[in-house]
């Protein structure tokens, strides 16, 4: 599966959008874009996921660009309790495990 | 929630000790996984299986065997437990063509 790459941390005042960038430039055409959060000492929890099209649950929004190079998680109004890391990982469903590298922690300011 | 659970949540045992770790699903997922998480090395695949009585090793399975006997639990042994096993675990389950959802983990002290 692909690498992805994360910025380690970023902030975001509560009510308002986070938006939470992913580069996965090598990419292969059967790999889906998926993201999971993990809020401290809890197993990680599923967000969304992707492969072509931008798509959205009543969680986030995933928009992932045309060449598929990179892809944005939305979390369009934040609370405290999305304080969590983020996890981008590509992987294309072949029943092995999930890369989760070390993502991106998301702090969620008053 | 994927109607995963785990059990026990917390076990603290002494190192040379057997401990199992259980992970019981009601979803009818065919793959389940175990996973361990440590500061510094993300999540770590230790076991997984692809059906009842179908299983292979993972990245971290030195130390570690699992057993598949009904579609519902999977579990994981430690046969003689050393202080290196201390860590979270997560079970997982899915994966072929479908998304992988996690249980709450078991953190294991091993004193």
């Known amino acids: 599966d692909a690498k992805t790459t994360q910025p380690t941390s970023m902030d975001c005042a509560e009510g308002r959008a986070a938006n939470l960038p992913c580069n996965h430039s090598t990419i292969s055409g059967n790999e889906y874009v998926y993201w999971y959060r993990q809020i401290h000492s809890q197993g990680p929890q599923y967000i969304i996921h992707?492969?072509?099209n931008n798509e959205t649950n009543e969680m986030a929004s995933l928009i992932i660009t045309e060449d598929r190079k990179s892809s944005t998680l939305i979390l369009p109004h934040a609370t405290l309790r999305d304080t969590a890391v983020y996890y981008c990982?590509?992987?294309?469903?072949?029943?092995?495990?999930?890369?989760f590298g070390k993502g991106t922690s998301l702090l969620v300011t008053p | 929630d994927a109607g995963i659970t785990q059990s026990p949540r917390h076990k603290v045992t002494e190192t040379g000790t057997p401990v199992t770790l259980r992970c019981h699903q009601t979803e009818n997922h065919r793959y389940m996984y175990w996973y361990r998480q440590d500061p510094g090395h993300g999540l770590r695949l230790i076991h997984y299986?692809?059906?009842?009585?179908?299983?292979d090793k993972g990245e971290v399975s030195d130390g570690y065997s699992v057993s598949r006997s009904k579609t519902e639990d999977f579990l994981l042994t430690l046969e003689s437990a050393t202080s290196s096993q201390t860590s979270v675990y997560f079970c997982a389950i899915g994966g072929l063509q479908e998304t992988q959802y996690f249980g709450p983990g078991t953190r294991l002290l091993v004193l």
């Open positions: 299986s692809y059906g009842v009585k179908d299983t």
């Open positions: 992707g492969l072509k």
């Open positions: 990982i590509a992987y294309s469903n072949s029943g092995y495990a999930l890369n």
